[in-house]
């Protein structure tokens, strides 16, 4: 870097270090986005020159759900070995949250002294990311349809990351889900050293396949798979019954580290993070003794107490994640039925503004099993449309509660919940904010 790059990084980093502290001083907002935004207009290569700092590594999680959850939790293992680590903690996963995120965290020069960087993106933004880094892991954790005003379908996202993985070095890292056919299939056409992770616990296989399933065809010749059974969605074990495409072997599956996160979904959240830190060659005692002492993100299966009631938050934005969250609360009310839910849901822009997807959600899961559900959130009466007709079908005796203010329905659903018991908080993204500032009477980012 000749000394006029040099300045040019120093002037660029100083000027968002200075915003950042404006933005916070006067409490303008998060600081995750702006500070970058400006950055990048006066040094367009900064997530170039700050990711070549690193001195291990820089690791990118990609997928529709559960990037929070895998990262945090690689961030921790990675901690606990001894490395210095970079995340971008506060979600903001687009290119200018990317560069935010390295910037907070090198001097007023723009200089980093990290190990790695274990960085959250967003699905549609890696083909651009890869344009300016050169990454030593990318985890592929699965791809699902999400925010349909956004997004494409799921194959047209597989076809622009293999596009843009491609030129990669030959040893960079492609960890993927190999349960889900779109992902194994990109894996299988890499060149990468590609490695597979995934469930093997049939027992754990769904009834039927979901309402909400996005990709049950060959991505090789477009014939319908035949699964011998389902985990959730579309992820599960497969084969195509008109051309050689059949699921990957697995470099490690659900037998291979221990589980404390509720839900399936959350499997394979750990058998992800466990799976990149072997790479990196942590030990399997360092892996495990992380994930049994792991506390969740905020809003992912995350525990508050609050007048010795229980909360349980679980981010839904989508519909195969609302339904594995219903999934998971069905479990656990198996041991208390009079559980009260309260659902929020919003359509700004971080939640999408298309909030059809509700009506792929299996709601009459949900209802079928008894006690209060609350509805709020700016689509209140969408929400609660949709289970009426849920209760209508199965003449189900659930309490159903419409609350429009916000705060009147989580009041009314602590009211509901009994001393020492859970209450189950089921929101998307901007409302999971607004419940967790009822909450605790403070902002989360």
């Excluded at 599960?236 to 008109?242: A, E, L, S, V």
């Amino acid at each position: 870097m000749n000394i006029f790059d040099r300045i040019r990084l120093g002037l660029a980093v100083a000027i968002a270090k200075i915003i950042t502290g404006v933005v916070k001083t006067f409490k303008l907002g998060a600081a995750s986005v702006l500070p970058g935004e400006i950055a990048g207009r006066l040094h367009p290569q900064l997530l170039r020159l700050l990711s070549q700092q690193l001195t291990k590594g820089l690791i990118l999680v990609v997928g529709t759900n559960g990037k929070t959850t895998t990262s945090l939790l690689l961030k921790d293992i990675l901690v606990n070995n001894g490395y210095k680590i970079i995340h971008n903690s506060a979600g903001a996963n687009l290119i200018n949250g990317l560069v935010t995120c390295l910037i907070m965290n090198s001097n007023l020069w723009g200089k980093l002294t990290a190990d790695y960087a274990i960085l959250e993106v967003d699905e549609n933004v890696l083909p651009l990311a890869l344009k300016q880094c050169n990454p030593t892991h990318i985890l592929a954790l699965n791809l699902f349809r999400d925010q349909l005003d956004r997004y494409g379908e799921v194959d047209t996202i597989s076809y622009r990351w293999q596009n843009a993985i491609e030129p990669l070095s030959k040893d960079t890292f492609i960890i993927v889900n190999g349960d889900d056919p779109t992902l194994c299939y990109l894996g299988q056409n890499l060149s990468q050293k590609v490695l597979f992770f995934g469930l093997n616990e049939p027992e754990l296989y769904l009834e039927e396949i979901p309402h909400a399933v996005d990709s049950i065809y060959c991505p090789k010749c477009g014939t319908s798979l035949i699964y011998e059974g389902v985990y959730l969605s579309h992820l599960g074990d497969y084969d195509c019954p008109n051309c050689d495409f059949t699921k990957s072997k697995l470099s490690v599956n659900s037998g291979d580290w221990q589980q404390i996160l509720i839900g399936v979904y959350n499997k394979y959240n750990t058998l992800a993070a466990g799976l990149v830190a072997e790479t990196i060659g942590v030990e399997k005692k360092i892996i495990n003794d992380t994930i049994t002492n792991f506390k969740a993100a905020f809003g992912r299966a995350e525990e508050l107490t609050i007048n010795n009631k229980k909360i349980r938050i679980l981010l839904s934005k989508n519909p195969v994640g609302m339904n594995e969250t219903i999934r998971a609360v069905n479990d656990i009310k198996k041991i208390n039925l009079s559980s009260t839910i309260l659902m929020v849901l919003n359509d700004r822009i971080p939640d999408g503004t298309d909030v059809s997807w509700i009506w792929d959600v299996d709601t009459e899961k949900l209802v079928e099993t008894g006690g209060n559900i609350v509805v709020s959130g700016d689509r209140v009466y969408d929400m609660a449309l949709r289970l009426k007709y849920s209760l209508d079908t199965l003449e189900s005796d659930m309490n159903l509660v419409v609350k429009e203010n916000l705060a009147e329905a989580v009041n009314k659903a602590l009211d509901l919940t009994p001393v020492n018991e859970t209450l189950y908080i089921i929101p998307t993204y901007s409302a999971m904010l607004e419940v967790r500032k009822l909450l605790l009477g403070r902002e989360i980012l």
